[in-house]
């Protein structure tokens, strides 16, 4: 019932820039938590930012200075603007909502396919 659809990967230089958005389509009440995470070949998923309903952000060790983390509530999307990128922000970047489907129900978990974004000269 819920999608999550992430654009805006790519190739890009080192130094270069690039906005990612997430967007939430569906039967969804309330939008709670919308975060960032990526994933290299061979490495562990990694925290990158997250953004609260209340506007609360909150960043990882390699994401602070370059990065930010925002979200258009009336759309359900969370966007990831990524500066001064280095080649090792390589790595398939994918979004997760927690979210309610209803307001008597629970606060569930969703993912996004992801985007692949290459740093790379």
């Known amino acids: 019932q819920v999608q999550l659809v992430e654009s805006g990967g790519g190739l890009v230089q080192p130094g270069g820039s690039l906005r990612l958005s997430c967007a939430a389509s569906?039967?969804?009440?309330?939008?709670?938590?919308m975060r960032w995470y990526r994933q290299a070949p061979g490495k562990e998923r990694e925290f990158v930012a997250s953004?609260?309903?209340?506007?609360?952000?909150y960043y990882g060790d390699s994401a602070k200075g370059r990065f930010t983390i925002s979200r258009d509530s009336a759309k359900n999307t969370v966007y990831l603007q990524m500066n001064d990128l280095k080649p090792k922000d390589t790595a398939v970047y994918s979004c997760?909502?927690?979210?309610?489907?209803?307001?008597?129900?629970?606060?569930?978990?969703?993912w996004g396919q992801g985007t692949q974004v290459t740093v790379s000269s």
């Open positions: 953004i609260f309903q209340d506007s609360r952000r």
């Open positions: 997760n909502v927690e979210l309610q489907l209803v307001f008597t129900g629970p606060t569930n978990s969703y």
């Open positions: 569906g039967s969804i009440f309330s939008i709670r938590t």
